[in-house]
């Protein structure tokens, strides 16, 4: 079974923080993307990575940057939290277009 | 840029009904479809999906999903709904032609079925 593992169920962060969020899958999968989820707005793309340090801008960039320096591993990286940024994160990999996407359990994350 | 519109947000059906969940998307090239399913305190998992061929693409749980290009649709259905079905429904679309694709979702629909 393929596995996507978030390091954390739940974090809370203070404002101004810079926070970390990590993600590893077993599948040897080349694409890896970060997804924040919010209630009524669906999930929307922050990041994607195709291959080890590359990436691409999702939809929703802003106040985010990621680093992939493993193929396995994928992290999001909060410069500044800020309320707004208070959400579910979701890390998921594919092998690759037009394969299924595995999702992780997701971060809840909340920034105080 | 892509698009995926769901534009049922919330359905509520008793158990036996029909269902059809309505996805559309905006691209113009050829794309890759997807329906998955958030069932309550779980992750998303995939449903179904379409890369090519028969247009009518059957997934798990007897749920089936139709392909109209001329419609740019991909609307999810199940002919008797049950309790458990009970779950957020997200359409999600990814072009084709390159390994290295992004893939976009829509706002999702939760629906809640009536015992």
């Known amino acids: 079974d393929v596995k996507v593992t978030q390091s954390s169920r739940y974090l809370v962060k203070r404002t101004g923080e810079k926070v970390f969020l990590e993600c590893v899958q077993d599948m040897d999968h080349e694409n890896m993307f970060w997804y924040r989820q919010d209630p009524g707005l669906g999930l929307r793309l922050i990041y994607f990575?195709?291959?080890?340090?590359?990436?691409e801008k999702g939809d929703i960039p802003e106040g985010y940057s990621v680093s992939r320096e493993k193929k396995e591993r994928f992290s999001l990286i909060l410069e500044s939290a800020s309320t707004n940024q208070t959400s579910m994160y979701l890390c998921?990999?594919?092998?690759?277009?037009?394969?299924?996407?595995?999702f992780g359990q997701g971060t809840r994350l909340t920034v105080v | 840029a892509q698009s995926v519109s769901q534009h049922n947000h919330h359905v509520i059906l008793s158990e036996a009904a029909s269902l059809e969940l309505g996805c559309n998307y905006s691209y113009g090239g050829t794309v890759n479809l997807f329906w998955y399913v958030q069932y309550p305190g779980q992750h998303l998992q995939l449903l179904l999906k379409?890369?090519?061929?028969?247009?009518l693409v059957k997934g798990i749980k007897g749920f089936e999903a139709e392909f109209i290009k001329s419609k740019f649709s991909f609307n999810l259905r199940k002919p008797s709904v049950q309790w458990s079905d009970t779950a957020e429904y997200f359409c999600?679309?990814?072009?084709?032609?390159?390994?290295?694709?992004?893939?976009?979702f829509g706002s999702g629909t939760r629906l809640s079925i009536r015992p």
């Open positions: 999600a679309v990814s072009p084709s032609g390159s390994s290295a694709s992004k893939i976009i």
């Open positions: 990575s195709y291959d080890v340090k590359m990436k």
């Open positions: 379409y890369f090519s061929g028969d247009p």
């Open positions: 998921a990999s594919n092998r690759g277009a037009p394969t299924e996407a595995f």
